[in-house]
């Protein structure tokens, strides 16, 4: 798969990332929501300011936003690296590092542009709620199972 071809996924993940949480912060405030699915799914908007599941959300803004944009630039840079060391036959892996890429960017542009990440995807089972996610953290999460999932169907060393 050629590069530009990466590159080009990069850019829609990242792009439909920014796209769908401009239409919400547009039209919604924080804190409204709407069921889609009764009792499993809901359009809830919010701000996490901390990293998966919120942690470290209570550190000084100065710290935490210092630590997650550094954070991110770093893991970036290492997908970068390995998507660039990946061999060009392996394709699913590379689709899935390209994923993660742009997932990735995508919650680092919120980060640097306003000090938190915003998420509109609520999972729940009656009172039970999943942390609220969006685009980004979708494909982060799906390219990761794909790059684990591989990596357990032909480990290095093995003969094909």
């Not at 929501?33 to 998966?52: E, K, M």
């Not at 890429?101 to 709620?129: C, Q």
């Amino acid at each position: 798969m050629k590069p530009r071809i990466l590159a080009l996924i990069v850019a829609v993940v990242f792009a439909l990332d920014q796209y769908t949480k401009h239409l919400i912060m547009r039209d919604w405030q924080v804190g409204e929501s709407v069921p889609v699915i009764p009792s499993f799914f809901s359009l809830t908007y919010v701000r996490n300011r901390g990293g998966a599941f919120g942690m470290l959300a209570n550190l000084p803004d100065a710290w935490r936003v210092t630590f997650f944009v550094a954070f991110a630039v770093i893991t970036v840079g290492a997908l970068v690296w390995l998507l660039a060391s990946t061999a060009r036959e392996d394709i699913l892996q590379r689709l899935a590092i390209a994923a993660v890429i742009g997932g990735a960017a995508g919650n680092l542009f919120d980060r640097i542009r306003y000090g938190e990440v915003v998420d509109f995807l609520d999972v729940y089972v009656r009172d039970w709620h999943w942390p609220a996610f969006n685009v980004a953290d979708s494909f982060i999460s799906c390219g990761v199972v794909v790059l684990l999932l591989a990596s357990m169907a032909s480990p290095r060393g093995a003969p094909d």
